[in-house]
């Protein structure tokens, strides 16, 4: 078993992408911790720590150039390449391709694929509460940490509507907004806690603790 730290250093992932699955998985475990109906915490866990390791397939180098300080686009461009050489050019193939490599079953990749902004109505309907919650945890962290729900999603609604290559059927996006924003009443109408006590202050404990687990 590894340090979930060393796995991310394995993958040579960017810094901005760690500090996310690390603060999905935060909200997640936060959330697991307030329910009063039962949920797998260590699966929610597991999955939110290894969500997005094909996510630099999809990333725009350019978009955040902070991001790719220190080494520079260059370094990370280069990165980018040799990693869709490996894995593919579907980020979520390939983040199922590597969860795969590192040891997770079906119920894991059940969960996993309950994961994504575009996944929200299957995720709804469907019956598991660690689904609901990976996926609901994922859209409250934003590129720079914990947002309001409305806030990401407008966010996520402008972003996919505006890729040519990802563009979803007028009025699919507010669509997937409404299945998310119901998502978030199911998970809080069982919670000992509401949305807005989710913060990055909040969560700063729980990444503490999750930076030692090992998988």
Same mark, same amino acid.
Request: glycine share 6%.
């Given at each position: 078993?590894?340090?979930?730290?060393?796995?991310?250093?394995?993958? +040579?992932?960017?810094? +901005?992408?760690?500090? =996310?699955?690390?603060?999905?998985?935060?909200?997640?475990?936060?959330?697991?911790?307030?329910?009063?109906? !039962?949920?797998?915490?260590?699966?929610?866990?597991?999955?939110?720590?290894? =969500?997005?390791?094909?996510?630099?397939? $999809?990333?725009?180098l +350019?978009?955040?150039?902070?991001?790719?300080?220190p080494?520079?686009?260059?370094?990370?461009?280069?990165?980018?390449?040799?990693?869709?050489?490996?894995?593919? *050019?579907?980020? =979520?193939?390939?983040?199922?391709?590597?969860?795969?490599?590192?040891?997770?079953?079906? $119920?894991?990749?059940?969960?996993?694929?309950?994961?994504?902004?575009?996944?929200?109505? *299957?995720?709804?309907?469907?019956?598991?509460?660690?689904?609901?919650?990976?996926?609901?945890?994922?859209?409250?962290?934003?590129?720079?940490?914990?947002? !309001?729900?409305?806030?990401?999603?407008?966010?996520l609604?402008?972003?996919?509507?505006?890729?040519?290559?990802?563009?979803? !059927?007028?009025?699919?996006?507010?669509?997937?907004?409404?299945?998310?924003?119901?998502?978030?009443?199911?998970?809080?109408?069982?919670?000992?806690?509401?949305?807005?006590?989710?913060?990055?202050?909040?969560?700063?404990?729980y990444?503490?603790?999750?930076?030692?687990?090992?998988?």
């Amino acid at each position: 078993m590894k340090k979930i730290t060393d796995i991310y250093k394995k993958y +040579n992932l960017m810094q +901005n992408l760690v500090e =996310h699955q690390l603060r999905v998985t935060a909200v997640a475990e936060m959330i697991c911790e307030t329910l009063d109906v !039962p949920v797998d915490k260590d699966l929610v866990v597991r999955v939110c720590l290894l =969500h997005d390791m094909g996510n630099i397939i $999809k990333s725009d180098l +350019n978009y955040f150039p902070e991001f790719v300080k220190p080494e520079g686009l260059e370094y990370w461009q280069k990165v980018k390449d040799e990693f869709i050489e490996k894995h593919g *050019n579907e980020e =979520h193939f390939a983040t199922e391709k590597i969860c795969k490599e590192l040891g997770f079953g079906e $119920k894991e990749m059940r969960v996993l694929n309950a994961v994504g902004f575009t996944r929200a109505e *299957n995720t709804l309907n469907s019956d598991s509460t660690e689904g609901k919650v990976c996926c609901y945890a994922d859209q409250r962290v934003g590129p720079f940490g914990v947002l !309001p729900l409305k806030d990401r999603l407008d966010d996520l609604n402008k972003r996919y509507q505006n890729r040519a290559n990802k563009k979803l !059927p007028i009025g699919r996006g507010e669509e997937l907004v409404k299945c998310l924003e119901d998502i978030e009443k199911e998970i809080f109408s069982k919670s000992s806690i509401a949305p807005e006590s989710i913060t990055d202050e909040s969560i700063k404990k729980y990444i503490v603790d999750l930076k030692e687990i090992e998988m």
